[in-house]
């Protein structure tokens, strides 16, 4: 489904990516892990026409996509929940939420999918009219989720979706993943500093060092693999 | 070959441009004619064309320019205050400047400035007419007397403001500055009106003048309205239309059936294809007034040209003028124009 | 009483043509944090197509009516391209440019602006003719209102209800709300920042060309220059209403249209400016965002 | 403390001993950096007061309704949750800037330069690198702030607010955004910071196994209240912290 | 056929550019005399001249970006080239010594107008230097610089008009009102954000010329102050040549003396605490830093500044009237500042110079001047955004001395 090949991706004259080549097949959870700095972020933000590639190809569904602007590779159905959250800050969470229907017309279902949202995070709909900005921390990371959940991405991409929020709703966030990708096969690109629950859900998992993809193998083997361990998983 | 240099400075970009260009095609007029008939003193004329946008301290570098370029005599500058700014250094390089516009009183008055000379009158003359009008053929006793704060305006204000205050049974009943450029006067409009004013002193130039003359008329406000050489334009009668009529206006005698005057507004015509606009025959008189001179001095010295200015008439289209000690021009004499018919007349 | 009033309803009328050419001002400012000091000469190019077209169809002998229709007509498409050139030559170069450097670029270009009106017109003040009759209906109160400021008071109010339903409920409006608080999210959720933007620089110069006609009729002549004075005095409004907001910029535009007027009418009008830049202070001192605007503090 | 009519904080009651470390846990919203934000002057609670008690000064000072910068010049420093370094300066300009509150170089000092401002100048950059080799950002003193690994810019957060020479470090969040490998570093980071520099420190933290390592006492906040407090041993099998905060599977 | 698909994007641009000029360039109405003239010629003019200017455009455009690319890959060796020569201090002392040189013979070798708007140039270095503190480096925006310009020219031209105070006498106090000025204004108003300082500041600008057009018993109105002394020469009064070059020499001490205090605060705590304000504030507060004191600092330094240059200013012109202190002067000091690049004092000197002179050179081109100076702010940004020397901010780099 998405094919990265070989992406060199710049800030200035620092070379962030230095040729990451990676595969995502449909209906698919991957994870990418690596430590701070690696270059997981620049990775998806390449994906999304954010900071595109200097060279280096990217497919999506068949179509080259490395060459687009940000919003027709949104069209495309590629959907991002960024580090750092992004929530507009002067709408409303009601309107953050429709900001990420943005692309769609269907809007009954539109209107039906808040609703799941809010019983996902019952948070949110008690501070549906707060405007997004002076949401605490972790609600704000839910918003942050909820609004790609809104777009209904074929393929999405999510930066560190635990950042900030509790033990508790960490779980529950691992959990939604997991759900939203068995019952709508939404192929989810996972980019996650606790590698532990990120590779139990995975299937597959790349670790990405400097800027490089040093290993990539099924989620089970990543777990066992001594260097991962010792590494990332903190054991 | 030697040229007799001649410097137009003024306003010729921003805001007050319309007031400075159109000395600028003055002094081309003259100049292009006096070439024409083999220039003065066997050499031909040149010009310096210098914008000072009327900033004193632009003025200044104008000024300095124009005297490293050597000009003999500089037609210029167009506001009162660039104008002081530039005389120190004209006077020092003994080089004449005559202005066209410039209607600071002090400027002729305060005897500091030996080497100026203008073509308009000053603000006290001036506002001696308006008010001396005002009061004894319009017979008004309540008078508003409204400037745009700028130095020509106010002045003139100040003028009339205090000569009102000399004559028994006039008063001011209002003494507004107001802000050119403003979208509308409707309040001080509606305050005019509030003072029951029976004349309307304007100092100021036409723009103004019309959108208060304009709104005036809208708001049925009969009040005379009397102004000076700045509102005494075509555009102004072409500007407020219909209300312009009745205007009252103080300028320099019947210019009108003045043939060389004819004559330079039809030059203007024809070489820029427009009526032209405000102080145009000022420049121009003040053009010919300046090379008249050098002529009759048969040099450019300094001295000669001075005595020459002083001493010998010159036909211009304001009529046959000469200089006074001060530098004020004897021979422009002041009168009151109406409008009537689209036209300014000439009354009394 | 009566005297009060007419000084209300001038600094209405005032302050509706300052509203006018305000919206425009904050809707720019709303998308793209910049301080468009060349709106005002978008507004001043807008008046000048209009009688240029209103000259040349004039001579043609043509309805007045239907003059006034197509003069109007023309103004907006014109100003609205001029809106969408300038953008694309003078500001989006430098969207990711430091914001001063696209403020002096702004006012390079209506220093442009300006003296090429002058090169290619004339510096004079040339009449504009009164496209608005004198309605029957208000001739009783023509000593207080004429018929230019009920058309104009009319059009703030139309205009403001237009702008403000369009940004609330329709989807460019969504967009523009989206690309202005964050663009790199709004591209990420499928919005094409780039027409969004130029799309608001093209109703903004669309409302400035509505307000060029109307105030140049209402003030009877133009020049190369009204862009400026008018375009600081409507950003003054922006700002007071609170700038980005649409209501406040039509309530910033009365409150300084009113204070004007009264400054003048009960003061002087010798200082009718330093009233409405103190009043401004005034305000901002204890709305340190406007009347309408919201406020900035981001929570920590 | 209330926004509108959400009550953010509801009479909290907490303290910290002089060589402490305290952690403060809660549900997401539950009003932990609004908590934060009251002690340091950014909002100010509408009831209640906070206390410090200087280790030189013997009697305790009421600190709420000052401004934040008069609070850090008493010696509290905190970190931000949403990391807020001046990002266009380099890392030892950074922590250069926490100095400015202990020193007093005025205007005429920067003009003259005398002896004194050049003592001070001098003195500043060395303290400054100084911590900075501390805490451990040496390899990267002279980098722009933004340039930084999230990981080295939260550490050079915390970097800066010591700087300030607090005797308390409100840090919030500090591990967020750490693989477990760097935040077990941060919780050694930490404890040296308290022996070394003898500085109490109050943290925000969701990660658990920090905060059940690292800190000597819990409270735990919902919906603004304080729901408990104790030991880590405590916590983990309080019932009520189980429901609202760590969940049933939790260690 | 690229090159066609180019052609074919020029002759858009130029049919694009024929269509918005129509009405303005083409058709010229006289609504006096109710005549309407056709100037086709200005359309093919138009045509021609953007089709042309679309391929250099384009082309600048492109270079912009890939220049910024390499650049930037470059950025490393070039600093280090530049630093290298920087710190070659024979390189440095030598060119000190030139410009010095060049400095001191200047009115001697050029003309006097040459001279004069040199003097004016450096004026408004030292403007630019001045604001350069407000906005360059502490980020406040500042519309209204020129209400201290004129307090500095009013402050002279009042006591020496009234007491006959001199050049010398004055010129403290002028900066001491600038000063006195700067903290009154600013303490209201030093809360408010960005653009909302700006239009207060402007507003404040516009208050002060206000006042002296209006108040005639104190500042003569409009007609202004006249005959004001120029600077005397141990009490000799100079004729105007030999005042126009001794005011050129006291500028250009002025200058030095500028530089020198702005370079000092820059590199002080106080200049730290400016930039870090202007990156965050609340971090700055979190830091200890007092916010209204730091910026008022900052607002009342660069007034200080403003008020010099205003007694410089009566003096040099003799003649002061509120026609000087328009919105458009403080708008020309901003663009010093930013065109010549932001916190930099190299680049403020070299946007003063070319600011000022810009248009006096152009005044060749008459009446395209203004036109030509707009164009040229615009292409300036759009290529060099950072101004013409981007402010490479001195930043405090350890030297890993051993401890
Ligand atoms: N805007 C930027 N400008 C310059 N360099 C940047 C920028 N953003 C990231 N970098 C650099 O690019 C490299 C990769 O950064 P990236 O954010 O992709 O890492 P990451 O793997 O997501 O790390 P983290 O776990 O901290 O989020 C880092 O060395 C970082 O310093
Ligand atoms: N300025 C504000 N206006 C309105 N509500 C606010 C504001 N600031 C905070 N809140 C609300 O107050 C509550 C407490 O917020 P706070 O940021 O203190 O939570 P927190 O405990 O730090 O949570 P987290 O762990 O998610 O960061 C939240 O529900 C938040 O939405
Ligand atoms: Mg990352
Ligand atoms: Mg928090």
């Known amino acids: ?235 | 070959e030697d040229t007799v240099k001649v410097g137009v400075a003024g306003a010729h970009s921003g805001d007050l441009a319309s007031y400075g260009l159109p000395s600028v095609r003055a002094a081309e007029l003259v100049v292009k004619k006096a070439n024409e008939n083999g220039g003065i003193l066997g050499s031909r004329i040149e010009l310096f064309i210098e914008d000072d946008v009327c900033k004193p301290e632009i003025a200044t570098n104008t000024a300095t320019k124009l005297i490293s370029q050597g000009v003999d005599a500089v037609v210029g500058h167009i506001c009162s205050g660039a104008t002081k700014a530039a005389l120190a250094i004209y006077k020092d390089a003994n080089v004449i400047c005559m202005s066209p516009s410039a209607t600071n009183p002090p400027l002729t008055q305060s005897g500091d400035y030996p080497n100026f000379y203008r073509t308009i009158a000053s603000d006290d003359a001036q506002a001696r007419l308006q008010v001396d009008y005002a009061i004894e053929v319009l017979k008004a006793e309540k008078i508003a007397v409204i400037h745009d704060k700028g130095d020509y305006g106010k002045g003139l204000a100040e003028f009339a403001k205090i000569f009102i205050g000399k004559e028994p049974g006039a008063e001011v009943v209002l003494y507004e500055g107001i802000t050119p450029g403003a979208v509308d006067y409707s309040a001080v409009v509606q305050k005019i009106k509030h003072s029951k004013a029976e004349a309307v002193i304007f100092g100021g130039y036409h723009p103004e003048a019309s959108k208060i003359v304009m709104q005036m008329r809208r708001k049925r406000i009969k009040a005379h309205f009397i102004s000076d050489d700045g509102v005494r334009d075509a555009t102004f009668i072409k500007v407020a239309g219909k209300y312009a009529e009745g205007v009252y206006a103080t300028g320099p005698k019947d210019t009108t059936k003045n043939p060389l005057a004819i004559a330079a507004i039809e030059a203007h015509k024809k070489a820029y294809g427009s009526e032209p606009g405000a102080f145009f025959l000022n420049a121009y008189a003040a053009s010919q007034a300046l090379l008249s001179a050098i002529e009759k001095a048969g040099s450019t010295d300094y001295e000669a040209v001075t005595s020459a200015l002083k001493n010998y008439y010159v036909e211009t289209p304001l009529g046959k003028i000469k200089f006074d000690e001060r530098g004020d021009a004897i021979g422009i004499g002041f009168s009151m124009y109406q409008v009537k018919n689209g036209n300014y007349i000439e009354v009394q | 009483m009566d005297y009060f009033l007419e000084l209300f309803l001038g600094g209405l009328t005032r302050g509706s043509i300052y509203a006018l050419i305000a919206l425009g001002y904050t809707m720019v400012y709303g998308i793209i944090q910049l301080i468009n000091f060349a709106h005002g000469e978008i507004y001043m190019i807008g008046a000048f197509t209009a009688l240029i077209v209103i000259s040349v169809l004039m001579s043609t002998g043509m309805n007045p009516v239907a003059v006034i229709l197509i003069a109007g007509f023309v103004a907006v498409i014109y100003s609205c391209a001029y809106g969408f050139t300038l953008e694309k030559i003078a500001y989006k170069p430098l969207r990711n440019a430091p914001r001063l450097s696209a403020l002096i670029s702004a006012i390079g270009m209506s220093l442009f602006l300006q003296n090429y009106v002058l090169l290619a017109q004339t510096c004079d003040f040339l009449p504009f003719p009164n496209l608005i009759p004198d309605f029957e209906c208000i001739e009783p109160f023509a000593h207080i209102i004429g018929s230019t400021d009920v058309v104009i008071l009319v059009t703030t109010a139309v205009v403001m209800i237009i702008l403000t339903i369009l940004i609330r409920y329709t989807k460019i409006g969504k967009a523009m709300r989206a690309t202005s608080q964050d663009r790199v999210m709004a591209s990420l959720m499928g919005i094409d920042v780039n027409t969004v933007i130029s799309f608001t620089f093209i109703l903004g110069s669309a409302t400035a060309a509505i307000g060029g006609v109307l105030i140049a009729s209402h003030i009877g002549m133009i020049n190369f220059y009204i862009g400026f004075i008018a375009g600081i005095k409507a950003f003054v409004a922006a700002v007071l209403g609170g700038i980005g907001s649409l209501p406040g910029a039509v309530l910033g535009g009365f409150v300084l249209g009113w204070t004007e007027s009264f400054a003048t009418g009960y003061i002087s009008s010798d200082y009718e400016d330093v009233f409405a830049f103190l009043f401004l202070v005034l305000i901002l001192i204890f709305k340190p965002s406007g009347i309408l605007g919201r406020s900035e503090q981001s929570k920590v | 403390m209330s926004f509108g009519g959400l009550k953010a904080l509801d009479g909290i009651d907490l303290y910290v001993e002089r060589g402490e470390i305290v952690a403060l846990i809660g549900p997401n919203g539950a009003g932990k950096t609004t908590f934060f934000n009251c002690i340091s002057g950014i909002y100010a609670p509408t009831e209640g007061d906070i206390f410090i008690m200087k280790p030189q000064a013997g009697t305790a000072k009421r600190i709420n309704g000052l401004k934040p910068n008069q609070v850090t010049s008493k010696g509290l420093a905190r970190t931000f949750q949403n990391i807020r370094l001046f990002q266009n300066m380099t890392v030892l300009e950074n922590v250069m800037m926490g100095r400015h509150v202990r020193t007093n170089a005025g205007i005429a000092g920067a003009i003259f330069r005398n002896r004194k401002t050049r003592d001070e100048e001098k003195q500043i950059v060395e303290r400054s690198y100084g911590i900075i080799k501390k805490i451990g950002l040496a390899y990267y003193v002279n980098e722009c702030a933004k340039n930084l690994p999230y990981g080295a810019q939260r550490r050079l957060e915390i970097a800066r607010a010591i700087a300030t020479e607090p005797f308390l470090l409100l840090l919030d969040e500090p591990a967020a955004g750490m693989n477990p490998q760097e935040t077990k570093e941060l919780d050694m980071l930490i404890q040296r910071i308290r022996d070394e520099e003898n500085i109490s420190i109050l943290l925000i933290e969701h990660d658990m196994k920090l905060v059940m390592s690292i800190s000597e006492r819990i409270y735990v906040v919902d919906y603004g209240k304080k729901i408990a407090e104790g030991t880590p041993e405590e916590i983990k099998i309080n019932p009520e912290v189980i429901k609202a905060y760590l969940g049933e599977d939790a260690y | 056929m690229r090159k066609f698909a180019e052609i074919r994007k020029s002759l858009y641009v130029a049919l694009w550019f024929i269509f918005l000029t129509f009405p303005i360039m083409v058709i010229r109405i006289n609504p006096l005399e109710k005549t309407v003239e056709w100037r086709w010629m200005n359309m093919a003019l138009v045509g021609i001249g953007t089709f042309f200017l679309s391929f250099l455009w384009r082309y600048l455009i492109s270079k912009k970006e890939e220049g910024s690319k390499r650049a930037e890959e470059k950025q490393n060796e070039k600093i280090s080239k530049l630093r290298r020569l920087i710190e070659n201090r024979k390189i440095i002392a030598g060119s000190v010594v030139a410009g010095a040189l060049l400095a001191a013979v200047f009115p001697f070798v050029v003309s006097l107008y040459q001279t004069n708007i040199m003097t004016t140039a450096l004026i408004y270095v030292m403007l630019g230097l001045g604001l350069n503190i407000v906005v360059g480096l502490a980020g406040l925006l500042d519309l209204g610089y020129v209400a201290f310009y004129a307090v500095g020219a009013y402050a002279y031209a009042l006591l020496n008009y009234h007491f006959g105070l001199n050049f010398w006498m004055v010129l403290p106090v002028g900066a001491a009102l600038g000063a006195l000025f700067g903290i009154l204004l600013g303490f209201p108003v030093l809360r408010l954000r960005g653009d909302y300082l700006a239009i207060v500041t402007l507003g404040f600008g516009e208050i002060i010329r206000l006042i002296l057009e209006n108040w005639n018993e104190f500042s003569f109105g409009p007609s202004g102050i006249s005959n004001i002394s120029r600077p005397p020469l141990f009490g000799i009064e100079l004729s105007v040549q030999n005042a126009t070059v001794y005011m050129y020499y006291i500028m250009i001490f002025l200058c030095l003396v500028t530089i020198f205090i702005v370079k000092r605060l820059q590199d002080s705590r106080i200049g730290r605490a400016w930039v870090a304000l202007r990156e965050d504030e609340v971090a700055c507060q979190a830091m200890g830093i007092d916010r209204t004191k730091t910026k008022l600092t900052a607002f009342a330094l660069g007034a200080t500044w403003a008020g010099m240059g205003g007694v410089v200013f009566a003096a040099k012109t003799t003649f002061v009237n509120p026609a000087s202190f328009t919105i458009w002067e403080s708008i020309i000091i901003l663009c010093i500042v930013v065109l010549g690049g932001m916190g930099s004092v190299i680049g403020v000197i070299t946007g003063a110079f070319i600011i000022i002179l810009l248009p006096e050179y152009l005044r060749v081109f008459s009446e395209f001047r203004m036109l030509m100076f707009g164009i040229i702010l615009v292409v300036m940004m759009v290529f060099r955004p950072g101004g013409i020397i981007s402010g490479v901010r001195r930043t405090y780099k350890f030297e890993g001395k051993n401890f």
């Not at chain 1, 990371?141 to 709703?169: F, H, N, T, W, Y």
């Open chain 1, 1 to 235: 489904m998405l094919i990265i090949k070989d992406i060199h991706t710049f800030y200035g004259h620092i070379e962030a990516l230095k040729g990451v080549t990676l595969e995502i097949s449909e209906g698919e959870i991957v994870t990418l892990v690596g430590s701070n700095g690696a270059g997981k972020s620049t990775t998806l933000m390449s994906v999304c026409g954010i900071s595109p590639p200097r060279t280096g190809d990217i497919h999506f569904m068949g179509i080259p996509i490395h060459n687009l602007p940000p919003h027709k590779i949104a069209s495309l159905g590629i959907c991002q929940v960024p580090e750092g959250r992004h929530i507009f800050p002067h709408l409303t969470v009601a309107e953050n939420l429709d900001m990420g229907a943005f692309l769609r017309n269907d809007k009954r279902q539109v209107r039906r999918d808040v609703e799941y949202v809010f019983e996902l995070f019952p948070v949110l709909a008690k501070r549906k009219k707060q405007s997004g900005g002076t949401l605490s921390g972790g609600e704000q990371q839910m918003l942050a989720i909820s609004r790609a959940i809104m777009a209904k991405p074929k393929l999405l991409l999510l930066d560190e979706p635990s950042l900030g929020l509790s033990p508790l709703v960490v779980r529950q966030i691992f959990n939604i993943i997991f759900k939203i990708n068995e019952d709508s096969r939404t192929t989810i690109f996972l980019v996650e500093q606790n590698a532990n629950l990120a590779l139990k859900i995975a299937h597959r998992g790349y670790v990405m060092e400097n800027g490089k993809v040093t290993i990539a193998d099924s989620a089970g083997n990543l777990v066992r693999n001594e260097e991962v361990k010792k590494a990332y998983l903190g054991i």
